[in-house]
């Protein structure tokens, strides 16, 4: 069985910066595709970043210019990079493969952005 685990988030000040890291176990993740998911209170739950099994990225224009994705397939990890982070920012974050398996989901990381 696969199972991805979140870590890395917290409480950080607007403007502050944190790094997220997903870390995979039972599987190889070499193969895929791979992104990042948040969910805010009362919001459905959104991709943010996804990169491709040779490094191409994708980011949506909420957090172009301030989240960097990236990953070590020798670790079996994919890292977030959050930067200039906004009240907004504020949700849990979780990591899957795209397109995501609903057995892939872990219990995600909280960060929390202070006004």
């Known amino acids: 069985q696969v199972q991805l685990v979140e870590s890395g988030g917290g409480l950080v000040e607007s403007g502050g910066s944190r790094r997220l890291s997903c870390v995979a176990s039972g599987s190889r993740l070499s193969i895929n595709v791979m992104g990042w998911y948040r969910q805010a209170p009362g919001k459905q739950r959104e991709l943010v970043s996804s990169?491709?099994?040779?490094?191409?990225?994708y980011y949506p224009d909420s957090v172009k210019d301030r989240f960097t994705i990236s990953r070590d397939n020798a670790k079996n990890t994919v890292l977030l990079q959050m930067n200039s982070l906004k009240p907004e920012d504020t949700a849990v974050y979780y990591c899957?493969?795209?397109?995501?398996?609903?057995?892939?989901w872990g219990q995600g990381t909280q960060v929390t952005v202070s006004s």
């Open positions: 899957n493969t795209i397109p995501n398996r609903d057995s892939y």
């Open positions: 990169i491709a099994t040779v490094g191409f990225t």
